[in-house]
């Protein structure tokens, strides 16, 4: 698949962030349970935690492809991160956009 210019910026952030912040002590945060707080608050600054979220509402407004690149690029460095990722654009913040109220989308958004 050809990604496009915006897809593949999003790729090879992510991979960069991957392997600079990720990378070095995932083995390490697994073995000792840590919740890595710190590194979930980066992928927020990143932009990666508001992908599905509408640019309205403080987001990205980012394709499927483009939140399948990062979470694939993260999850090759760190699945815990891959799914918290996954999990807060899909479980989370994708059913309020897409089921929410305007209030809660307001009170709730941006990421």
């Known amino acids: 698949m050809i990604l496009s210019e915006t897809q593949t910026m999003i790729q090879e952030t992510a991979r960069n962030f991957a392997i600079a912040e990720l990378a070095p002590e995932a083995a390490l945060r697994d073995q000792q349970e840590i919740y890595p707080l710190d590194l979930i608050k980066r992928m927020r600054d990143l ?29 090759a460095a760190d699945a815990t991160c891959a799914v918290m990722l996954s999990a807060y654009n899909s479980l989370f913040v994708g059913n309020l956009v897409t089921f929410g109220s305007q209030f809660l989308q307001e009170k709730t958004c941006p990421v």
């Open 47 to 75: 932009g990666f935690l508001g992908m599905v979220v509408p640019e309205e509402l403080g987001g990205s407004s980012a394709d499927a492809v483009s939140l399948c690149v990062a979470i694939e690029e993260i999850g």
